[in-house]
């Protein structure tokens, strides 16, 4: 299984970097897992917060994989357990899919064409996490369901 991450804006201060980094090596032995950071587009420079959100989703689009299973990360998506996940990814790999994309869009949301293109929508509940930390959030999730996956343990 390979999973890309395709995140709006970069991580700037170093605590978040180092949190992804951790579980970018553990992720390691289980799944090829890649970030891909595009840039952020500045509302008032953009012409405001529409404009920003569509050019940030040119970007989006063109960086995930072709063939990839498109997942966005959505308040408004389906809540999942972790062992809940880790079964989807479970259930996704023996349909054939080798590639799960996460897209994580930017602070003023996602647009249209991402949602368009997104093949579901997941949330980690109703509550609005900072991008970075829903990336850290994310890469420990995918981390745990690999655990689960193989039971062995971490995730109680």
Known sequence: MKFTVVAVGKLKERFWADACAEYLKRLQPYAKTRVVEVPDVDPARAGGDAAAVEREGEAVLKALPERAHVVLLAIDGKQRSSEALSGRIDDLALSGCGEIAFVIGGSCGTSASVRARADEAVSFGPI??????????????????CKISRNEPYHK
């Open 128 to 145: 609005t996490l900072p991008h970075n930390l829903a990336r850290v959030v994310l890469l420990e999730q995918l981390y745990r369901a």
